[in-house]
């Protein structure tokens, strides 16, 4: 491809690595991050996540602000709340920080914001793991890499453009059921109920779409044959095992040095609250 | 059109097929034999519910590779039986553009929506995107390939549709079958569309077309096949033959026909046995002179409309729309549209697909809220109702009936609207009974709404939507993908609907719908009010019509190609000008 090149400079080196290395990079670190139990770990390792999502897709400014905001935002509410979940008999011993209309204790406050900084580290990873990846790449990789069936690959895809007109059926639909006089009450019930009525005839229009789509992709010959011609062929390059290597090596080089500094905290135990 | 078909090699063949979807009991097709030759454009024709879509699916090898369907019979395309291929192994032999053009984009860029069927039919890869910018450019949809890498949704519905054809012409078949590709498209899209169609024809491909939309597609055909209810074969040659001569029995089944052809028949021009009707207006011209009638009483030269309008300007203001605008999703869809609606009226509005008509029903019925303006409804502000206050006053039919379903069975959808406003139960029953009388549905009293067919589903929407006497009914495109039978039913009921005091609001694309029925148009562009008015003075200003991006009604143009030499028919847009005489 002639302009692959400018495509990719346009678009940060992170999109063209492909999506089944960065699928593989960031699993397994994502995974073993569920067992950390302090905050340094998670902290670094988010960190240099962040780094390589930053240098590696062109973000706008605005974006990068909203979505320190969000994550700042986030974290410190889910530290309050996970803070105030912890079992009060394990943190009796430590110090009270708050005391007010409600208690605090400062070990329960760590255990909290452990809890946050685990959430957003595996954030920042399955972001790393996703970001610059279009669905043909992917389509392309998991046919190519993983040995996925095309005709399951781009099956799939093809699915996920059902959602804007799913949105656009629901909205239709809910205007054309107030017109009949429903007046849903505010609050669980009512939408339990608006959802058990829109249901029927969402999956009715669902279905007719599913076989208006699939109709087409025969009739344009999706499925005449095993294989099919790729343009732009996923291959697995010297690039992507760098990456790859480079993201365990640097993951484990985190655990190893938090864990020499003894900061690191690891519990085999996933509902261990500490 | 001269048939440059070749007779020898038929490029599909039929033979005694018939088919039946698993899901039903019913047998679609009587034995249909049908040859299809190279060159050759045919037009397959039948009533609402005939089974053309089966048919053609069928014939492009869809039915029995694709779908759960039983195949009776033998169909051949490109030699091939399509009983021995699986799915998707026809796509080099068979193009197809269905209706819908959204549920024919599979990916998520013009060029790769191209390249899709080409890289499925494993084409070499250095020729894939050549093949694919010939055929966007052919359809007018790229000329580089940097334009080629726009997404589909940028496009309107008419360019997703030569979009649709320009994804089929890259595999270069030999048959193209579009089935209705129109009925989503405003007038203008459509003869965009149809124009691009009329480049593809030549003595090497076969195209198949189905439409309910006459005009346009007879300039492509030169045969037509026309099926019964059935959906077996009642007639099939050249155009001038098949629609010239049996144009009653034709429109007796409920087919619409050409408009020229439905003028000539109006006017009697049938009784004559060896004449065969005119299809066209050029051909229309001569024809009326064979009218026994004297000249100047053939039409009527004064507006219909006129006295109406002196009836309506005594009434009162019911619907007071004032400066109304609507953002959704952060985007201005309604802009300041004042609007006075008199009580009794039949209102159309009008306007091409995103012109906001929905919206400003909606605002109209406070289904959605305004940003700025007002509405108020026989002097109460829209504000000081709630949905169910509103609903006592407008009914509201949506497009697609199954949207408003809600119980399961059609007594219990009637008697919704009266329970949730907790009506004694005496009074309920007996108005729901009262109900499915009138719409002739008492029948289907006990049977899930979901169950009817379009037709009573329609009925019982309408009727679901009057239960609570609501002094006006809003319709959202009520005749939409009928036949010709079909719709007049549904224009009869919602003009017997008017003459009992009720006031219709219509949202159509039929022209000529309005041209025969409403009172006033309003017309709308872009979510701005282009002009409401009296139908007539609307209607007859060409320049205004195509300010909106649409055409004129089918008579209205017909009489304005006539009135070069027959000035009698300068005023002329509504059916109901054009005397009817009995052959």
Request: aromatic share 4%; charged share 20%.
């Amino acid at each position: 491809m002639s302009d692959g090149h400018n495509t990719a400079t346009r678009r940060g080196w992170l999109a063209t690595i492909n999506p089944v290395a960065k699928l593989a990079a960031t699993l397994p670190p994502l995974a073993l991050l569920l067992f950390t139990r302090d905050i340094a770990t998670p902290a670094v390792v988010a960190g240099f996540a962040l780094v390589a999502i930053v240098s590696g897709v062109p973000l706008r400014l605005r974006t990068l602000f909203a979505g320190a905001a969000a994550i700042l935002l986030v974290g410190a509410w889910t530290t309050l709340v996970f803070a105030l979940l912890t079992r009060s008999d394990l943190v009796k011993d430590s110090p009270i920080i708050i005391d007010g209309w409600i208690t605090l204790r400062a070990a329960a406050m760590h255990s909290g914001a452990s809890t946050a900084v685990r959430l957003a580290a595996m954030m920042m990873l399955a972001l790393l793991g996703s970001f610059g990846t279009t669905t043909n790449q992917l389509a392309s990789a998991l046919v190519h890499q993983c040995r996925i069936p095309y005709r399951f690959a781009y099956g799939s895809i093809a699915a996920m453009r059902f959602a804007p007109r799913y949105r656009q059926d629901l909205l239709t639909l809910r205007a054309a059921q107030r017109a009949r006089g429903i007046i849903d009450s505010a609050g669980p019930v009512g939408y339990f109920l608006r959802t058990g009525r829109s249901i029927i005839p969402l999956l009715a229009a669902g279905a007719r779409y599913a076989t208006r789509l699939s109709l087409a992709m025969d009739a344009r010959g999706f499925g005449a044959f095993s294989s099919r011609s790729d343009r732009q062929p996923s291959v697995v390059r010297a690039r992507d095992v760098i990456f790859v290597m480079t993201v365990w090596a640097g993951f484990a080089a985190v655990f190893v040095t938090t864990g020499m500094l003894g900061l690191l905290s690891i519990s085999g135990d996933l509902h261990d609250p500490r | 059109m001269a048939t440059t078909a070749d007779k020898t090699n038929p490029v599909i063949s039929l033979k005694d097929v018939s088919i039946r979807y698993d899901t039903s009991d019913r047998w679609i097709g009587d034995q249909i034999d049908l040859d299809i030759y190279p060159g050759e454009t045919v037009l397959l024709l039948g009533p609402s519910g005939c089974g053309k879509s089966t048919v053609m699916l069928a014939l492009a090898g869809l039915i029995p590779t694709s779908l759960e369907a039983d195949l009776r019979g033998r169909v051949l395309c490109g030699g091939i039986n399509t009983r021995h291929v699986d799915a998707g192994q026809l796509a080099g032999k068979v193009g197809i553009v269905f209706q819908d053009p959204d549920a024919q984009v599979v990916t998520g860029s013009l060029l790769d929506e191209v390249c899709f069927g080409l890289e499925n039919l494993l084409a070499p890869v250095d020729e894939i995107e050549t093949r694919a910018l010939t055929a966007l450019r052919r359809m007018g949809l790229a000329d580089s390939r940097e334009e080629a890498l726009r997404t589909p949704t940028e496009l309107s519905g008419g360019g997703r549709q030569r979009l649709a054809i320009a994804c089929a012409l890259a595999l270069d078949p030999p048959v193209l079958v579009l089935d209705e590709p129109t009925a989503n498209l405003d007038p203008v899209a459509s003869a965009e569309f149809y124009a691009a169609l009329t480049t593809l024809k030549d003595a090497s491909r076969a195209i198949v077309l189905v439409e309910h939309e006459l005009d346009d597609a007879l300039q492509l055909a030169d045969r037509v096949v026309v099926l019964d209810g059935n959906g077996t074969i009642i007639h099939d040659g050249a155009p001038a033959e098949v629609l010239g001569r049996h144009a009653r029995d034709l429109s007796e089944r409920g087919i619409w026909l050409p408009t020229a052809t439905g003028v000539a028949l109006r006017l009697g021009l049938d009784a004559d046995p060896e004449r065969e009707l005119p299809l066209t207006v050029s051909e229309l011209a001569p024809a009326l002179d064979a009218v026994e009638a004297p000249e100047g009483t053939i039409v009527s030269t004064t507006d219909p409309g006129r006295s109406r309008d002196q009836v309506l300007a005594q009434q009162d203001v019911l619907i007071d729309v004032h400066a109304a605008s609507v953002r959704l999703g952060g985007v201005t869809v309604l802009h300041g549209v004042d609007l006075r609606i008199m009580s009794g009226e039949f209102l159309a509005i009008a306007g091409i697909n995103g012109a906001g008509k929905s919206t400003l029903t909606r605002a109209i019925a406070g289904l959605v809220p305004l940003s700025s303006g007002s509405i108020a409804l026989a002097g109460t502000p829209l504000t000081a109702l709630d949905v169910r206050q509103v609903g006592d006053r407008i009914g509201y039919v949506f497009q697609n009936p199954e949207h408003q379903f809600l119980a399961r069975t059609a007594r219990d959808e009637l008697a919704y609207g009266l329970r949730v406003r907790r009506r004694p139960k005496h009074e309920v029953d007996d108005r729901v009974d009262r109900m499915l009388a009138r719409f002739e549905l008492a029948r289907y009293a006990d049977v899930n709404p979901f169950l009817l067919s379009h037709g009573e589903k329609r009925r019982l929407s309408v009727a679901t939507a009057l239960i609570t006497e609501p002094k006006i009914l809003i319709l959202d495109e009520p005749t939409f993908g009928q036949d010709q039978a079909r719709a007049r039913e549904i224009v009869n009921m919602i003009c017997e609907l008017n003459a009992t005091g009720i006031t219709i609001i219509i949202i159509t694309h039929d022209l000529q719908l309005i041209a025969d029925y409403a009172d006033r148009v309003t017309l709308l562009s872009q979510g701005r009010l282009l002009d409401v008015g009296a139908t007539g003075e609307i209607l007859c200003d060409t320049r205004l019509i195509e300010r909106a991006g649409l055409r004129p009604p089918p008579v209205r143009h017909i009489a304005l190609a006539l009135a070069r030499e027959k000035p009698e028919w300068r005023t002329v847009y509504r059916t109901g000008q054009i005397r009817e005489i009995a052959p």
